[in-house]
């Protein structure tokens, strides 16, 4: 019986794991655009937040520690974020896209919360920016909590809420 039961338990573990999909490889043909992402440089902004989640029972859990990152949110990144969210890799149709892409790092930023969840940028240009970090704590042996994430339009100087 013990075996029959074992068998069981490591037939329906192998038809689970073997239906996960791997990630797809997406084409992205949204082109790349310099002067887009020009748009972004020589910032003048100063943009605080705040991150948390609010857990089931009403406790709340900031981003302490944890890393946020702002990127511009130019065509072409917005296809490749889009991609990515969706658990697939990003496939460039062209050499200009992987050289921007690599450009285009220089324009993200990164700031480190602090222990109420508080973040600042600095020099941050107008337009449309992906704002992310991640909020975690233990229950137990396992880590609960994820990401939260933003698009935010930067009008000025200004502050944003992240949270679930």
Known sequence: MRLVSYTIYLIGVLL???SATP?????VTEPY????LLRYSNGQHTITGQAFMRQ?????????GAEVTIVPLTKFAEK????RLSGNTPQYSTQEQVAGGGRSRSYIQKAICDAQGNFI???????R????TKVSWRVGDSY???YVRKKVKITGDQRVILSN
Request: aromatic letters at 10%; proline letters at 3%; one cysteine or more.
């Open 16 to 18: 689970i794991v073997g």
């Open 23 to 27: 990630p797809k490889k997406i084409l």
């Open 33 to 36: 655009s310099e002067e887009e």
């Open 56 to 64: 089931r029972g009403g406790g709340v859990v900031t981003c302490a």
């Open 80 to 83: 490749i974020l889009q991609v």
């Open 121 to 127: 940028f600095n020099k941050v240009s107008k337009g």
């Open 129 to 132: 920016w992906f704002f992310e």
């Open 144 to 146: 609960q909590g994820g």
